[in-house]
């Protein structure tokens, strides 16, 4: 096959001592970024450019990818550790993560995330290599249309993540969504519930809002003498290490994730963040440990984490194949191309070939890499949690607050990061879950944004939408979805009225 | 009686005239510690790296390093109001694009841009081209319009927010030519080519530097370019200019620096003669090209020049157009 022979060609070029250091050093500085919330890829990425100018174009292409895959990783370290999600994405990681942490679990917990990101990265790169002209083309049949009825059915799909009470969750779901009107309106650009504040013009940053709802709460919640953390006293190396029960459980969240991911990842926007929530959803509904979850089912993790590095690899393809980055991850990694004189797009692969089949080699190395060095170092990391709480909880919460100062250099951030650490803290335990909240957070301006593009491309007329077949396809799943949880919610009650009926007649 | 002065009266007499030495005559012997530049987008978008890649070059001829502080945000205006703000002694300039012409226009900015700022040197330019599917039938910009005008309201235009260089420009065709084309807003750059290329919208206005490799590869095709001469890039400089085809839509915008208002002349000097002398280089000027955008210097006076009529000539688009009522009834 000729784009096998390409690819072997491309790990010779790969495998010099220098892209191999350079491949490294991304993975390991973009781990690093991942980790410290707020920092994230785009301060690190710029950071490196002026430094990657004197280096030969793939070496520097490979440093920024290594970095780009490294920070995918990252987040879920700090998630799964400590409760402090570093980017959208490593939310639902906290959610199962965590409580896996706590329990003594959190070395399986990492070692499945990385397991799970390395399967991910590699099918998204297999699927690069053998379909990218035809995925990207179907890439662009999504319009505004779509995305409209994508985000309404995750918005449907979503709903009953946090189970519990639905009218509960759908009100958090609309705050959410009302602190996501806060800034700019698609439609005019005036600004919004800004109160003249010039950093609000842009809306409160979304991963303020879950940096304090996850982590500051969390640390609030510790502080407050709340559940204490049990830390076996010494981290047994079985503890580091799924059991075979585990994995077994997380193999199959494991391709289910990769394959969420790698669709989900062919949309602009969060990506990443939306897949790894409707991976969340779909494990809490098919998994075998479902009724685990809430107190930390490793399929909680390995589904989103795979998602998530899916979404990533497969974002990748219209951005070399079409040159269109679809997020901010894939927007810094093309600037980065674009310095060293290599413009991504259609011309790409027949253009600089050389680079094409390097590049994506080393993603091949970058990828294996990020599990050889990070599965090592779970124990490591893992006994972080020794460390007493008298001294964790203040050096976490300094870490929250610095990354969000980071987010765009603004101390507005710091305050919402404070705002929903109260926010979430006081609303433990009552019944009201923060999680419909961030979904309404994010789902919200896009649904808001996609229904004006929608209204003007379709002249007014929403019923043009089930023409459409996409969109048809999906309001339609979104509608019977409804249809069906009214269905057996009625269908419920009725039965439990019946059994009363019969136990009163008894 | 001698006069023997107190050991006090001396220290203080001492540290008098020590003070006077230290009186600032600031101009000569500007700059003597480092000048930061505040840039108004985040790390790597293509003003930043235009900036980065400037100073490195100035830094030499000035003597002294120039740091950068990223301030985004609210359209560029957080980094804006605090350049406004700044110290005019030098010591604080920054980075500025169209958007400081246009954004005081809608009534949203707390400062006139243009008249609050020093201008020092223009870096670059860029104008928007319109462009359409090139598999589609439109093969200039009047049979766009043609067919815009026998289906009104049927041909869309996508653009990357309200008001912005990517509205202005097809706006004032469709008005000069008296066609209806309704705009639909997209958050970006990348969802808008998205959109384009997938045909959900039938054309839309970019910068050159998003749209030149599509173009090269057959995907799109240039209908229409906003600026005052054509391009000199091989490929752009096939596309036509507005003012070619009759229409009066200049829509260029610029990539420059400015200071606070009110900075000294002599300072502002040694600035335009450090930038002149960057923009000489082979090297910037290749790498700027690189980026897609056009290295064109502009001195002081030059650029204040362009930033007023820019302002006035988009004031008059805007009005017309009936943007600017848009944008207004949204905020009375």
Known sequence: MESLNLLLNGFQLAATPGNLAAAAIGVLLGTLAGMLPGLGLSGTIALLIPISFGLDPLTALVLFAGIYFGAAYGGSTTSILLNVPGEGASVVTCIEGYPMARRGRGGAALSVAAIGSFVAGVLGLVSLVTLAGVVARAALAFGPQEYLCIAVLALVLLSGITGGSLVRSALMATIGIMIGTVGMDPLTATGRFTFQVDALYDGISFIAVIMGTYGLAEVLHTASGGTEVQRPPRIRLRDLYPTREEAGRAAPAILRGSFIGLLVGLIPGPSGTISSFLSYATEKRFSRGRSEFGNGAIEGVAGPESANNGADSSTLIPLLSLGIPFNSGAALLMTGFLIHGVTPGPNLISGHPDLFWGLVASMFIGNLMLLVINLPLVGVFASVLMTPTAYLMPIVSVFVLIGAYFIDTSFVDVGVVVLFGVVGYLLRGTGYHMAPLVIGVFLGPLIERSFAQSMVLLDGDLLKLFARPLSGTMLGLAIAFIILRIAYGVLVQRRAAATSVAGSQT | ?332
């Open chain 2, 1 to 332: 009686m001698t006069f023997k002065p107190s050991r006090r009266t001396v220290l203080i007499a001492a540290l008098l005239a020590s003070a006077a030495a230290v009186t600032p005559v600031a101009a000569q012997t500007y700059p003597e510690r480092p000048i930061t530049m505040i840039v108004p987008f985040g790390p790597g978008g293509s003003t930043d790296l235009i900036a980065r890649i400037v100073i490195a070059k100035a830094e030499a001829a000035l003597g002294q390093p120039i740091v950068i502080e990223n301030k985004p945000g609210a359209g560029t205006m957080i980094g804006l109001n605090e350049l406004v703000g700044a110290e005019p002694d030098g010591y604080t300039i920054g980075m500025t694009t169209s958007s400081a012409a246009l954004q005081p226009i809608y009534g949203a900015a707390r400062y006139d841009y243009v008249d609050e700022l020093t201008p020092i040197a223009q870096f670059a330019q860029t104008a928007p081209i319109l462009a359409v599917q090139a598999s589609s039938d439109w093969q200039t910009l009047e049979d766009l319009l043609a067919d815009a005008k026998a289906n009104p309201g049927a041909i869309k235009y996508g653009i990357t927010g309200v008001g912005n260089s990517s509205h202005l420009g097809p706006a004032q065709v469709a008005l000069e030519a008296g066609v209806e084309m309704p705009h639909v807003v997209f958050d970006g750059g990348a969802t808008l080519m998205t959109a384009l290329l997938g045909g959900h919208v039938s054309a839309a206005a970019g910068s050159p530097v998003d749209y030149k490799e599509q173009i090269a590869a057959g995907e799109l095709r240039g209908l229409v370019l906003f600026a005052e001469e054509r391009s000199d890039d091989a490929l752009i400089g096939q596309i036509p200019t507005a003012l070619e085809l009759g229409y009066t839509a200049e829509i260029t915008s610029w990539t420059a620096v400015s200071g606070p208002k009110g900075m000294a002349p002599e300072v502002v000097a040694k600035l335009e003669g450090a930038f002149a002398e960057a923009m000489a280089d082979e090297e910037v000027l290749a790498a700027i090209r690189e980026l897609g955008s056009d290295p064109v210097y502009l001195d002081a006076e030059a650029l204040g020049e362009r930033m007023r009529n820019a302002r006035e000539g988009w004031t008059a688009i805007v009005t017309d157009t009936g943007i600017l009522d848009l944008v207004k009834s949204q905020t009375n």
